[in-house]
């Protein structure tokens, strides 16, 4: 059974679609930019290991979190600034750009599982079989 839709629900909606449009459009900019440089301009072709290996440490990343718990709540950080920063370091811009593109759209393809589903499933399910239970 659907609720009925209220005014609110149509000005948050307006709103938040002011907020993600901008995003959305100077994130196709960098894309585009990107994708331009590295095919008009002759930037130095970073090695193909390099690349791979980018892209999957910054897949991996996106999923990982740490979680620091605090007399006042838990804080949580995410890991996928320092795929970014070391990619900086090891590749071009451009790039990265795209490398973090491929990144974050490949494991789309595969439905990939949250972090959160994985490590209750594997709490509740361990790996290992269970020993059986002695016959009486």
């Known amino acids: 059974m659907t609720s009925p839709k209220n005014s609110h629900d149509d000005a948050t909606d307006r709103r938040l679609w ?3 449009g901008p ?3 100077l994130a196709l900019v960098a894309v585009a930019g990107s994708l331009t440089l590295v095919v008009r301009s002759e930037p130095v072709m970073p090695s193909w290991v390099l690349l791979i290996g980018f ?3 910054t897949s991996l990343a996106d999923h990982m979190v740490i979680w620091i718990r605090l007399p006042s709540g838990r804080v949580s950080s995410g890991w ?3 795929a970014i920063i070391v990619g900086l370091v090891l590749l ?4 990265v750009v795209l490398g973090t593109v491929a990144a974050i759209t ?3 393809f595969f439905g990939r599982t949250s ?3 994985f490590s209750s499933r594997s709490v509740r ?3 290992w079989p269970r020993p059986a239970a002695p016959s009486s």
């Open 92 to 95: 071009p811009p451009p790039w």
């Open 80 to 82: 996928d600034d320092l």
């Open 106 to 108: 490949i494991p789309k």
């Open 23 to 25: 995003v959305v459009v």
């Open 125 to 127: 399910e361990p790996c």
């Open 18 to 20: 002011l907020l993600i």
């Open 55 to 57: 892209v999957i440490f």
């Open 115 to 117: 972090a959160i589903a």
